[in-house]
């Protein structure tokens, strides 16, 4: 049984009989998908074949030859463990609101499911389609534990305040995941299998030519990765994890972006694991509380990637403080090649170039140098996101979005002493950094790291 609280009615059209399509978008697997369960489960109560599709578009927010390659290795390990259950992958290519359409008309569907997402360009996609087909279309939110939706209906402005939210319903929501069926009603005309080959070969022609060899994509690789964390540095991840020089982070990020592995999976085996109590706590805060904080912030603030975005005393002080002069102004170029004059954030940046990731609280000082180091606010905001998005395996997501907003416009903070530049936004600086790890020793790793 699929909780109610999960789902919505993106329109009112009346349904009719044929197959349920799973549009599949941010939730990427298989397995500990609510999304894809509630359209088996629709399915079977109307005698219908279930069909999984994606949409993949030429490009998407910055995204690199190195993004494209990952989601579809992950994709085509989800045709695999889809065709186990009796389930067809279709991968359409093009924008879905032209290949969805024809492709419900051509399969007689008679209902499409789709996964949760805040941002934009998802939101209006749905929406515009779920106007234009004559069928009905609902969302299930299967990325969030508590879905993002329900937990709040408006936008939150710290931590703090969502925390009390989730503590109150995270019983309810955190319980063991169903396990999906194999599917006995088959497509009457089946689709041919997808040409990987071909796929990954005509997307290498667009984009930027990134590739990312520190990730292995796919659901096994990302259950791996959780096992892994689990064992090996769960265990001292509240003591170890501001440490850039430690490799005490659950680098489990780009699975959870591409939806490759279930935050509330990861969340049941934290919980059932023997590690430290205080580890367990520090990690689920940013699993469940950080995480869909950021989804909150991005359902409920459309302008969650720009200065008009952050709230009204965030604006007044850096307002106040536009024409104060910039100790250093670099160019698009020099940040992106890491031609700084620091060499704490240019290791930083080598670091997303060569992994994929960078390390959480080399984020909060690299997105405040950049606010340092540009002419505006607006232009910080816009050149932190196109980094990330470009180079970081989980770019274009929430959690990105908010941070780069936390940093830069002080979202979910408060104001804090006033100076230059910054106004009453946190500062952080090499020095408070020197004072917590051992910078040289990080640069050096990152120097070290192939590429």
């Not at 494209?68 to 065709?83: I, W």
Request: contains cysteine.
């Amino acid at each position: 049984m699929i909780d109610p609280r999960r789902i919505l009615k993106l329109n009112t059209k009346d349904g009719k009989m044929g197959p349920v399509v799973y549009w599949m978008q941010r939730d990427q697997r298989v397995h500990d998908n609510w999304a894809l369960l509630f359209a088996q489960n629709l399915a079977q109560q109307m005698q219908q074949p279930l069909i999984v599709v994606f949409c993949l578009v030429p490009e998407f927010l910055d995204a690199s030859n190195g993004h494209y390659h990952f989601m579809l290795s992950g994709l085509k390990a989800a045709e695999q463990n889809l065709d186990l259950f009796g389930i067809p992958f279709i991968l359409l290519k093009g924008n879905p609101l032209e290949v969805l359409p024809e492709f419900i008309e051509k399969t007689g569907a008679g209902r499409i499911i789709t996964d949760f997402n805040p941002l934009r360009n998802t939101m209006k996609w749905k929406h515009d389609l779920a106007s234009y087909i004559d069928i009905p279309m609902l969302e299930v939110d299967a990325h969030n534990i508590i879905p993002v939706r329900y937990i709040s209906k408006k936008p939150e402005y710290g931590a703090q305040f969502l925390r009390r939210k989730i503590e109150l319903h995270l019983s309810e929501f955190l319980v063991e995941i169903p396990k999906l069926k194999k599917h006995t009603i088959p497509l009457t005309n089946p689709y041919p299998p997808n040409s990987w080959m071909e796929i990954l070969s005509d997307q290498k022609t667009t984009g930027h030519n990134i590739i990312f060899e520190g990730f292995v994509s796919g659901e096994h690789a990302a259950r791996l990765a959780m096992e892994d964390f689990i064992q090996n540095r769960l265990d001292n991840y509240d003591h170890d994890r501001n440490d850039p020089v430690l490799n005490a982070q659950s680098d489990l990020s780009p699975y959870l972006h591409f939806g490759q592995i279930s935050a509330q999976r990861i969340a049941l085996e934290v919980r059932k694991s023997q590690a430290d109590a205080g580890s367990k706590k520090a990690f689920l805060e940013e699993l469940i509380v950080r995480r869909e904080l950021a989804d909150n912030f991005c359902l409920y603030n459309p302008k969650y990637d720009s200065f008009e975005g952050f709230s009204s005393w965030a604006k007044a002080t850096l307002n106040k403080h536009r024409e104060d002069p910039r100790e250093y102004l670099y160019s698009t170029q020099q940040f992106e090649l890491a031609e700084t004059q620091d060499e704490l954030w240019n290791a930083a940046q080598k670091e997303m170039i060569k992994t994929g990731k960078m390390h959480g609280f080399m984020r909060m000082y690299w997105a405040k140098k950049i606010l340092e180091w540009t002419a505006s606010p607006e232009e910080a905001m816009t050149l932190a996101i196109y980094l990330n998005n470009k180079y970081s395996l989980d770019g274009r997501d929430p959690n990105g979005y908010a941070g780069i907003a936390w940093a830069i416009g002080g979202t979910h903070d408060r104001p804090w002493g006033e100076r230059k530049v910054f106004g009453m936004i946190r500062y952080m600086n090499y020095q408070g950094c020197k004072r917590k790890f051992n910078i040289q020793k990080y640069i050096s790793k990152t120097l070290n790291r192939k590429s």
